[in-house]
């Protein structure tokens, strides 16, 4: 299975070597696939992958069974997931114990363990394949399509799935023009949030004077619940690398840097052994293919700031600086890191890349809606049934995405709001549901696509409570060089603050308001002037809320301490005396056999009794 | 020791070819060596690449990941996104923080535990999600949370399994499908 170093001189011999690799593996091997992204990885997934490699071990070699990991499936829910081939049987839950089942009965029988299979809990069907899944079915993997089949650690595996023939196709085939040519017309833009069209920015890079030309991947992915970028990398991190190649012969450099995330180590240590690789087989360094096009590809780690995302952070970062943004009046294609043209794309954008090239622009271009075409990956989380990692066709409906593939809201509580494009996107009410996604649409209602965290909200979510959390994330994260967005975020957090806790005073609103059109107007970078989204989205959309708060002194979703109080109900409580014993503050009376009561001077509204409460007696009013 | 330390510095140098542009990497290298960046080996850093101590000051504590001071014998990560937020993940950090007599980055009285509350995991579907010693414990409350510290501290092998806590309201809502 190990990579036998040769250099690949020609794109002849990288099909050749492709045949070889595809000739070694039989289409009706036994396989079985474990995941390893990170949702599996912390359910245990390597304990289980171990016990199959034991059981692989253990049965004395007569049975050729591949065992290997692969990156994320994207069903987090429902983590560890296995896949048995042939059969393509989808597991869930997979608990260590669970492997001599699946050994014995599918894996050498080639039958089904019921009980792992997902189980539909409309119609109580069971589902073999993933295709079965509710989850799957309304998805389109492109970008993801080798995420769950092939290993992330063998350079073989991705090439014998048809990887690097983008590369091969584009280098001697095309014209650097040509290829610009072909990007700028299939449509794709900036999957990182901002939805430049990535035709044109490649184009500027081309024509851009200066040399060396620099080609950056931006994998510092730092929206809170988002994880697309992380499973890319982690799961097909030679996607990444092709399409940056690519990208370099295209604009005319031989410098690639990727930048992430500090969080993300599985990431960097996939991404490291990748390049390794690609170097082994000549598909990075000098004269790739045979061809006069040389590049290389460096690997920085970000160091924990979120404005790193920004482009010309980013850059500054990279030469080592502090991650302060400049004003952009001369774009970074033309002068970015060292003061040459640099040219920056999100991961998951150049992951599109190597399929575009190979399949053609016509072929993405179908995909998706008028201005934003392909797919996108959403990490679909918060109060919904099914987290997990979503690829679609742009244009899906939100109501699609949260009911259909996220099976709705969870425990039956009412969907409230969807949350899109991290801390400069913003809350989405239930009115808009049938929008369909895309950069354009998203904007319009006042949010923004972004990398494309999608959080969903339900009725015990408070509107001013998550426009304060982003206000407190975006105000600790504010490089501080400009006055509007280190200050405005601050002064609107503090507004915000005193509604959350019951001072809200008339013409808050206002002041919420003023504030952020002042930072959209006069922010330096896209930091500041998003930063007032979550508050002016939330503001627009559920503006009673924060009247309640203000003139009421309540909090609707009854999540603001001091703004709700906790009772027990008589009706329902069972007198165990454990909330009694619980309370922190002894503010809790009662006997044996009698209700309990609580004592409303001295609460303090810590929760506890609620969180104890066996019989869901301790009501929120 | 003090030898040995003069190495660290010269070979993280060597190792990006004193590339002034590779600084970030240099302080993340000596940082994983020493577990926080001491300031004599900034200093040693500064002469070494020709950067005045200031810049490299401002780097340490502009980036989040860097620490001036040591670190307890166990790390605790906290994640704060989005996710764990809508799921109670400030319950969790205000419990710890209170309990344990802690603030974001600093280190128990006995050494024991470094609290550091990060932006995002990217491990959504384990919410609320904390790390211990790169081992995931997801599906946490706050009591939950602070009895697992207490079985490390007692000194237990705990293997990080998305657990799911026991009894009460949030335990029920936890293990619902």
Redesign the interface.
Known sequence: MTTVATRLESPQALEEYRERLRALRKSDARRVRVCMGTGCTAKGAPRVLARFRQAAEDSGGGEVVETKCTGCHGFCERGPIVVVDPGNIFYQGVKEEDVADIWRETVLQGRPVERLLYKDDATGGLARTPEEIPFYRAQRRVVLALNGLVDPKSIDDYIAAGGYAGLAKALTTMKPDEIIEIVTRSGLRGRGGGGFPTGRKWRSCRDAHGEPKYVIANGDEGDPGAFMDRSLMEGTPHAVIEGMIIGGYAVGSSHGYIYVRNEYPMAVEHLSLAIRQARELGLLGEGILGTTHSFDIKINRGAGAFVCGESTALMASLEGRVGEPRAKYVHTVESGVWGKPSLLNNVETWANVPAIIVKGAEWFASMGTQGSKGTKIFSLVGKVKNSGLVEVPMGVTLRQMIFEIGGGIREGKRFKAVQTGGPSGGCIPEEFLDTPVDFDELTKLGSMMGSGGMIVMDEDTCMVGVAKYFLEFLRDESCGKCTPCREGIAQMLEVLTRISKGEGRDGDIAVLEELGALLKDAALCALGTSAPNPVLSTVKYFREEYEAHIREKRCPAKQCPGLFRYEIDPAACKACGVCRKKCPVQAISGERKKPHVIDQSKCTNCGTCFQVCAFSAVKKV | MAAEKTDAVAAVVERYGRD??????M??DLQAEFGYLPQEELKKLSRAVG?PLS?IY??AT?????RLVPKGEHTVTLC????C??KGAN?ISEALQKELGLVPGGTTADGKFTFCP??????????P?MVVDNE?F?GL???SAMELLQRIAAGEKVE???EKPK????GR?AR??
């Open positions: 002034v542009g590779m600084l970030i990497p302080m993340q950067v810049r401002g780097i502009f980036y989040a990941s860097f704060m996104g989005t996710v937020y809508l319950r990060v932006n995002c995991l990217g491990a959504c579907a384990l919410a999600v995931y997801g409350t706050p009591a990080g399994v998305a009894g009460g309201r949030a809502e619902r499908p």
